[in-house]
């Protein structure tokens, strides 16, 4: 079993930054991708950016140039640097890992940006 726990969260106006935290813990050794997603209200869960162990990114579209992915595989962590935050990118933003056949889930985190 994976435990994520993520961290960062938080209210922020238009044109600000969060960076927010997944903190992996239980059987890590063989973590894969590990990545974010985001839900708004009312709309479907979606991809927002992942890693690879070795460090390879891919972003969605709406958030190129402005949202940065790290790990820390030393920690078991990985980070998502969000700078100019647009009322748009309000969601719960949730950290994935995958390990073999499994994609674990952390519970979320709120970020809402205000106009």
């Known amino acids: 079993q994976v435990q994520l726990v993520e961290s960062g969260g938080g209210l922020v106006q238009a044109g600000g930054s969060l960076r927010l935290s997944c903190a992996a813990s239980?059987?890590?050794?063989?973590?894969?991708?590990m990545g974010w997603y985001r839900q708004a209200p009312g709309k479907q869960r979606e991809l927002v950016a992942t890693i690879t162990r070795r460090g390879n990114t891919n972003y969605a579209d709406s958030v190129k140039g402005r949202f940065s992915i790290s790990r820390d595989n030393a920690k078991n962590t990985v980070y998502l640097q969000m700078n100019s935050l647009k009322p748009e990118d309000t969601a719960v933003y949730y950290c994935?890992?995958?390990?073999?056949?499994?994609?674990?889930w952390g519970k979320g985190t709120q970020v809402t940006v205000s106009s």
């Open positions: 994935t890992a995958s390990r073999g056949a499994y994609d674990y």
């Open positions: 239980g059987t890590i050794f063989d973590i894969g991708s």
